[in-house]
């Protein structure tokens, strides 16, 4: 079964630091783009990071620029997200989405379940 | 970069024909043809309902439909089922440096 399972949420103080992980199965972790997409309570969807199959790029929203790192490791089927001085407005529920392949461009067709950071003192 | 403009509400009857639109700009929805749609249940998390404007992924009924024209892109869900009420989300590429932008979101209801 093709599968996302987010870990790692929780609750911190504004300013502290969390490491998020996605654990991947059921397909070539290796062949895919990956992005994390969060959620505030009552909000909508964000994009805010993505990554290539390989690792070698990365883009980030302006809202996390400088703050949060995207990263993955293929021999693990993993991928992370790095998020430090967290500011109260970065709570939300984060969740790991595959982008797509074959003739689907540019679409997230899994998701993990998502995993909830509250960052509150 | 903002956020695509959906309406905040939508609502029909079982039976009936709702559509959903999402208004971007000329560097997002109106310059490339990767527009997707997301069904959101409360709790749950989002599930690919159409793609590359106007796919259906496997086991996605054909109710739903997508289009586009200009700027905006529109979800349509023909035959309404109770089953259908949940958020929905629209999504564009918008190029390689803000990447996807996410429409604002509109709940669905059936009547």
């Known amino acids: 079964e093709v599968q996302l399972v987010e870990s790692g949420g929780g609750l911190v103080q504004p300013g502290g630091s969390l490491r998020l992980s996605c654990a991947a199965s059921g397909f070539t972790f290796s062949s895919y783009e990956m992005n994390w997409v969060r959620q505030a309570p009552g909000k909508g969807l964000e994009w805010v990071l993505y990554i290539s199959g390989s690792g070698s790029t990365m883009y980030y929203a302006d809202s996390v620029k400088g703050r949060f790192t995207i990263s993955r490791d293929n021999a693990k089927n993993s991928l992370y997200l790095q998020m430090n001085s967290l500011r109260a407005e970065d709570t939300a529920v984060y969740y790991c989405?595959?982008?797509?392949?074959?003739?689907?461009?540019?679409?997230?067709?899994?998701w993990g379940q998502g995993t909830m950071v509250t960052v509150s003192s | 970069q903002s956020a695509l403009t959906q309406p905040r509400s939508v609502s029909g009857s079982p039976g009936q024909s709702v559509t959903i639109s999402c208004t971007g700009t000329s560097s997002d929805v109106g310059g490339y043809n990767y527009v997707s749609w997301y069904q959101q249940h409360p709790g749950k998390a989002p599930k690919l309902m159409i793609f590359d404007v106007n796919k259906r992924p496997s086991g996605v009924p054909d109710r739903f439909s997508g289009s586009k024209s200009g700027n905006t892109a529109s979800l349509t869900i023909s035959g309404l089922q109770a089953e259908d009420e949940a958020d929905y989300y629209c999504c564009s590429y918008a190029g390689s440096y803000t990447h996807y932008v996410f429409g604002t979101g509109t709940k669905v209801t059936v009547l």
């Open positions: 989405a595959r982008v797509c392949s074959g003739d689907c461009f540019d679409a997230f067709d899994i």
